[in-house]
T-cell receptor, first 114, second 113 residues
Framework: EAGVAQSPRYKIIEKRQSVAFWCNPI?????LYWYQQILGQGPKLLIQ????????DSQLPKDRFSAERLKGVDSTLKIQPAKLEDSAVYLC????????????FGQGTRLTVV | TQLLEQSPQFLSIQEGENLTVYCNSS?????LQWYRQEPGEGPVLLVT?????EVKKLKRLTFQFGDARKDSSLHITAAQPGDTGLYLC?????????????FGKGTKLSVIP
């Protein structure tokens, strides 16, 4: 089966610019996650969707980050405006259900803000 | 605040040695998972443990879930260079906040040939 697809793989932008990342989860997976992974650290959950509804977005900096999952399939994460500290790898993952289940990750998008 | 503390943060060993890495929390989890991540890739699941005291083996890797479901360990026997990577534990359930899948900071393992 096809894995989690993410694009782009790499992005370099200047601070205060906007950027968007796209994720297509594994077919049939109801749960979709966006994680931020800063170099040398573990992934930090930004937002979790169950179908097209938000389950948890408590760690999403809502003044600059937004995410949507229209129709409960693919998802977009946007940053506007970007700051230097947003430089990180943004990982998308999906799972069949919410608890006690394997999360399948995409390769991530490496964002560099200069 | 990190709910899952992993130790050690870095580990460099010679090929053939044994090692153990730990994942600790003050919270109870419904399940704990171990992932391995290689540079430029997303994490890949190694194992899920759900029952307190559970032990699972995957070739040379042995995973244990603590009796109280607050901690876990990963033991590697006779480490190989191919074991090099970032080992992440992740918890879900009550300790993480209902449905979150929360990760620790990871243990970066280097196995020297």
């Amino acid at each position: 089966e096809a894995g989690v697809a993410q694009s782009p793989r790499y992005k370099i932008i200047e601070k205060r610019q906007s950027v968007a990342f796209w994720c297509n989860p594994i077919s049939g997976h109801a749960t979709l996650y966006w994680y931020q992974q800063i170099l040398g650290q573990g992934p930090k959950l930004l937002i979790q969707f169950q179908n097209n509804g938000v389950v948890d977005d408590s760690q999403l900096p809502k003044d600059r980050f937004s995410a949507e999952r229209l129709k409960g399939v693919d998802s977009t994460l946007k940053i506007q405006p970007a700051k230097l500290e947003d430089s990180a790898v943004y990982l998308c993952a999906s799972s069949f259900r919410v608890l006690n289940t394997e999360a399948f990750f995409g390769q991530g998008t490496r964002l560099t803000v200069v | 605040t990190q709910l899952l503390e992993q130790s050690p943060q870095f580990l460099s060993i010679q090929e053939g040695e044994n090692l153990t890495v730990y994942c600790n929390s003050s919270s109870v989890f419904s399940s704990l998972q171990w992932y391995r991540q290689e540079p430029g890739e997303g994490p890949v699941l190694l194992v899920t443990v759900v029952t307190g005291g559970e032990v699972k083996k995957l070739k040379r890797l042995t995973f244990q879930f603590g009796d109280a479901r607050k901690d876990s360990s990963l033991h590697i026997t006779a480490a190989q260079p191919g074991d090099t990577g970032l080992y992440l534990c992740a918890g879900s359930g009550p300790g993480a906040g209902s449905y979150q899948l929360t990760f620790g900071k990871g243990t970066k393992l280097s196995v020297i040939p």
